[in-house]
């Protein structure tokens, strides 16, 4: 396996969806290839952080005007 | 269970309780301590389990507040705005990158969502036809403020080189190098100069945890179509994120 099919491949990688046999290849390639193994610990970091960060937070403001939007225009249901 | 350890769930959604939704309201308290728990457990992505399932708890208790929506109870209804708009402001808010578009996307998928609550069969989360709601939302206002870049009808997948250049080791990880603001600063940068069509597969594949499945379903693309603009985005995010975080580069 080459470089270039290691990164073509980098996300079935991550998401474990390479075969066993492409994965122990791709595996054995890292393990001889520096750059490769930087760039696939890497993305799975970058994968990772963003996982894990709250980049976006529901300002209060926003929220309590989802809520006035939703009062005034949903119907009244049995049990309002 | 006492009564009393309910109420914070009907004191922000103004209604008195009855004995129904009391049992209600603390299975949803329960649930959503359960959900915190596991996020906590597993924080990480990993090769061989990429994907963290919601609680078990929390999809047995959501039926009942959907059924009960459903028959037109607008505060069963609520509660699941409740449990939902923070992510589904954050789905509307990362494929827009802006504010007041992702506010009006968020208000107009809940509604929709309300109105078209006949047609969600229960084949799928609840959540995830909600996404589907409001990532079409969001997109439809990002294709009029930006109407010449944004494609997800189209192929992207160009011919350039995947292959990153100038690969360098990124030392002592960078959550120990950066605070928490400035780490926050640093992966908006990054996404906010994503191309939209690649930003919106990575927000609902990555951020969101759809399958690929249910996000080629939400975007009406193709499954190849998502894994490619999914590996490519992936990579570019890394290559963005590279200017930061290059051993001795603080950029």
């Known amino acids: ?80 | 269970m006492k009564s009393g350890d309910c109420a914070p769930v009907f004191a922000e959604i103004g209604k008195s309780p009855d004995s129904r939704e009391i049992a209600l309201g603390c299975a949803i308290l329960e649930a959503e301590s359960s959900v915190g728990r596991w996020a906590h457990a597993a924080p990480f992505v990993s090769a061989s389990n990429p994907h963290r399932l919601p609680s078990k708890i929390a999809k047995e208790d959501e039926h009942l507040l959907v059924a009960a929506a459903k028959k037109g109870d607008t505060s069963a209804f609520e509660e699941l705005v409740s449990r939902y708009e923070k992510k589904i402001f954050r789905v509307t808010m990362n494929i827009t990158r802006n504010q007041q578009d992702a506010e009006d996307a968020m208000q107009d998928a809940f509604l929709k969502a309300y109105a078209h609550l006949k047609d969600f069969s229960g084949d799928s989360r609840f959540y995830t036809w909600l996404v589907r709601i409001a990532a079409n939302e969001a997109l439809m206002r990002l294709r009029k403020r930006r109407p010449n870049v944004v494609s997800l009808d189209e192929p992207v997948d160009g011919e350039e080189d995947l292959l990153p250049r100038e690969v360098e080791d990124w030392g002592p990880s960078p959550l120990d190098r950066f605070a928490q603001t400035e780490m926050r600063g640093i992966l908006e940068n990054a996404i906010d100069a994503l191309a939209p069509d690649f930003r919106t597969v990575f927000v609902l594949r990555d951020i969101e945890e759809l399958s690929t499945e249910e996000t080629a379903k939400a975007l009406n693309i193709s499954v190849p179509a998502v894994k490619s603009r999914l590996l490519r985005a992936r990579l570019k995010l890394r290559e963005k994120l590279d200017r930061y975080f290059r051993q001795g580069g603080q950029n």
């Open chain 1, 1 to 80: 396996m080459n470089c270039r099919v290691v990164i073509t491949q980098i996300s079935n990688y991550l998401d474990g969806e390479l075969s066993p046999a492409l994965r122990h290849e791709l595996e054995q390639h890292l393990g001889e290839c520096k750059e490769c193994e930087l760039v696939v610990s890497q993305t799975k970091l970058t994968v990772e952080l963003y996982c894990d960060a709250e980049i976006v937070d529901l300002p209060e403001d926003v929220k309590n005007r989802l809520h006035q939007a939703l009062r005034s225009k949903l119907p009244s249901g049995p049990h309002s």
